[in-house]
């Protein structure tokens, strides 16, 4: 059963960064042959998932309009882990950030919580 654990999220404020990192088990980034996919993805209060930006296993990467310019995608298939590295973050940044992966995007992780205050 591979897991994706995400951490780094917080508190910031209006103009801050924050890094968010994703470990995945089960070794799904480091072993090539399976073509695992990354992505973040995040949800705000009373709104729908959204995709904020991902990355393929040859580390292409495509990101949301309201990010591009400000966060990056980025992972290291040695450490198991896909970052998002958040740059001049906003109060519509605000939500919970989910961490998808696997061939097909099967796996999610449990979330957390970023919040941009103005």
């Known amino acids: 059963q591979v897991q994706l654990v995400e951490s780094g999220g917080g508190l910031v404020q209006a103009g801050g960064s924050l890094r968010l990192s994703c470990v995945a088990s089960g070794n799904i980034f480091s072993r090539i042959s399976l073509n695992t996919m990354g992505a973040w993805y995040r949800q705000a209060p009373g709104k729908q998932r959204e995709l904020v930006a991902d990355i393929t296993s040859d580390g292409s990467t495509s990101y949301a309009d309201s990010v591009k310019g400000r966060f990056t995608i980025s992972r290291d298939n040695a450490k198991n882990t896909v970052y998002l590295q958040m740059n001049s973050l906003k109060p519509e940044d605000t939500g919970v950030y989910y961490c998808?992966?696997?061939?097909?995007?099967?796996?999610w992780g449990q979330g957390t919580q970023v919040t941009v205050s103005s």
């Open positions: 998808r992966a696997g061939q097909y995007g099967q796996h």
